[in-house]
């Protein structure tokens, strides 16, 4: 069984920064990529950012593109988001998730099959 924990998230004014961290239990976390999405209030789950699993390849949210960093750490089990120039829309829970194997298709929910419990991030204006 895959566990995912989800840490990091908090209040930040505007302009401000946070970095989000994954933590996975299990083996074989370096095989698989890994993706983060995000839900805001009244609005579906979306995806903000993926990673490979040998870190050469990202993908970004084009909301996030140049202002998030999605990166891993095989060695520690996890996965970060390091999220700067925060915006009030950005607030939201985020989510990790493990894609699941076969093609790599970063931003559909439906590829991921473990999830996180989410951190919530709230961003003030």
């Known amino acids: 069984q895959v566990q995912l924990v989800e840490s990091g998230g908090g209040l930040v004014q505007a302009g401000g920064s946070l970095r989000l961290s994954c933590a996975a239990s299990g083996r074989t976390f370096s095989t698989y990529a890994m993706g983060w999405f995000r839900r805001a209030p009244g609005k579906e789950r979306e995806f903000v950012a993926a990673?490979?699993?040998?870190?050469?390849?990202?993908y970004y949210a084009d909301s996030v593109n140049g202002r998030f960093t999605i990166s891993r750490d095989n060695a520690k089990n996890t996965v970060y988001l390091q999220m700067n120039s925060l915006k009030p829309e950005d607030t939201a829970v985020y989510y990790c998730?493990?894609?699941?194997?076969?093609?790599?298709?970063?931003?559909?929910?439906?590829?991921?099959?473990?999830w996180g419990q989410g951190t919530q991030v709230t961003v003030s204006s």
């Open positions: 998730a493990r894609h699941s194997t076969g093609r790599w298709s970063p931003t559909r929910l439906d590829k991921y099959d473990y």
């Open positions: 990673i490979s699993w040998s870190s050469s390849s990202t």
